[in-house]
């Protein structure tokens, strides 16, 4: 088992552009969480999905929206890019809610 | 509303001496309290959380409710210690809320 994957690994956009990152879930996980991590900060909860549903949302615009897929995957998706959208975005998968989260390696993503 | 504070930004010490990581939180409910690290180049992991009473590396933290702190603790640092901590809790479904992180910095 690979663990948490993410695609791509690095991005580079221009302002005003939308990007979608993708995550892969540990086998047998059902829950998929996302986070930002700016530069020199600790990761911020974006939102959750289960069962291809949000279950939580953190303190984000709705310009970041996510999906996830029958096979669990999920995607993050952010419109109209600020250049303060620069960041890490990690991807954190479990078995439902109270279990351990874990992380994929994270997607680094510029905004020019 | 939950928040997590790692007041050291980074920690220098000697090989063999003890270290301490400070981690103090808010939330007016019964959270569950965790410590990820993450060493170079590799992702971020669980390292150890307060209901398994674990010692995990080595390393012990306490969950101290009156002064609700969750200091992580090792009583001789190693060299392959240093690596980025943060700490975290989740007390609705598993959202996790990360402190800034201290980077621990173990020198021969």
């Known amino acids: 088992d690979a663990g948490v994957t993410q695609s791509p690994t690095h991005l580079i956009k221009t302002r005003g552009q939308q990007v979608t990152l993708r995550c892969s879930p540990k086998s047998g996980h059902d829950t998929v969480s996302w986070y930002q991590q700016a530069l020199g900060q600790g990761p911020q909860f974006i939102f959750q999905y289960y069962e291809e549903e949000e279950r939580q949302r953190g303190n984000f615009p709705d310009r970041f929206s996510g999906h996830q897929f029958p096979n669990y995957s999920s995607e993050l998706n952010v419109n109209a890019l600020l250049l303060g959208d620069s960041a890490l975005y990690l991807c954190?998968?479990?078995?439902?809610?109270?279990?351990?989260?874990?992380f994929g390696p994270g997607t680094r993503l510029t905004v020019l | 509303a939950q928040r997590v504070t790692q007041p050291e930004k980074l920690l220098s010490v000697f090989k063999g001496a003890p270290v301490e990581l400070k981690c103090n939180y808010s939330?007016?409910?019964?959270?569950?309290l965790f410590w990820y690290v993450q060493y170079s180049r590799q992702r971020l992991q669980l390292l150890l959380r307060?209901?398994s009473r674990e010692s995990i590396k080595g390393f012990t933290a306490d969950l101290n409710k009156g002064e609700t702190s969750f200091h992580l603790k090792k009583p001789f640092a190693q060299e392959e210690d240093s690596a980025m901590y943060y700490c975290?809790?989740?007390?609705?479904?598993?959202?996790?809320?990360f402190g800034g992180g201290t980077r621990v910095l173990v020198k021969p």
């Open positions: 975290a809790l989740t007390a609705a479904g598993n959202k996790l809320t």
């Open positions: 954190a998968s479990s078995l439902d809610s109270y279990n351990e989260q874990f």
């Open positions: 307060h209901i």
């Open positions: 939330y007016s409910g019964s959270p569950e």
